[in-house]
């Protein structure tokens, strides 16, 4: 899934409503509903574009093994299921 706004772009915004701005001025002028910048407020909240990088990477990273783990299970279960059966 293609990213609409760039996790920079959603602290700016955010920055936008905390410096006194109103939300909905702030969602109209990006084209996002309120439901989306509190999605977003409710992930990037209190962040700086530094740890917003960093998020990301963790994210990346963790997919990365999830999928590691699957196919280590089914490596397992298919060896398992090669050493039950009777030659």
């Not at 410096?19 to 996002?32: F, L, N, Q, W, Y």
């Not at 994210?59 to 999928?67: I, Y």
Request: hydrophobic share 35%; net charge positive.
């Amino acid at each position: 899934m293609k990213a609409r706004f760039t996790d920079e772009q959603i602290i700016a915004m955010i920055k936008e409503q905390e410096a006194g701005e109103k939300t909905a001025d702030v969602c109209r002028r990006h084209g996002i509903s309120s439901a989306t910048f509190y999605k977003y407020q409710s992930k990037y909240g209190g962040m700086e574009p530094s740890d917003a990088k960093r998020l990301r990477a963790l994210e990346d990273e963790n997919g990365k093994l999830k999928r590691l783990f699957a196919e280590q299970m089914l490596d397992n279960a298919m060896l398992r299921d090669i050493n039950s059966k009777k030659w």
